[in-house]
């Protein structure tokens, strides 16, 4: 059973930074796509930034030159560098790794992470 495992939220004030990581309990080369997804009070979960295994990565315009997604798969964690933060950017963001097709095409999530911004 894989587990995700979000840590580095918590409160900031505008125009902070926080670093998000994910530890994956397993190898996370067998993975073909991770990302972030965050879901605030009221709203629907939506993305933020997703990255796959050949290196290309993909951001919401909303975190545009402000996020950064890496991987470390020495070990076996996801981060999320976050940096000007803004008040609408509070919300708990998950962690999401998928497995390939012919591994299962699974998806996983971790708990979450509370994120919040404010003076």
């Known amino acids: 059973q894989v587990q995700l495992v979000e840590s580095g939220g918590g409160l900031v004030q505008p125009g902070g930074s926080l670093r998000l990581s994910c530890a994956a309990s397993?190898?996370?080369?067998?993975?073909?796509?991770m990302g972030w997804y965050r879901q605030a009070p009221g709203k629907e979960r939506e993305l933020v930034a997703t990255?796959?295994?050949?290196?290309?990565?993909n951001y919401a315009d909303s975190v545009k030159g402000r996020f950064t997604i890496s991987r470390d798969s020495a070990k076996n964690t996801l981060y999320l560098q976050m940096n000007s933060l803004k008040p609408e950017d509070t919300a708990v963001y998950y962690c999401?790794?998928?497995?390939?097709?012919?591994?299962?095409?699974?998806?996983?999530w971790g708990q979450g992470t509370q994120v919040t911004v404010s003076s």
């Open positions: 999401n790794a998928d497995l390939p097709r012919w591994s299962g095409g699974r998806s996983y």
């Open positions: 397993t190898s996370i080369l067998r993975f073909n796509a």
């Open positions: 990255t796959t295994s050949d290196g290309s990565t």
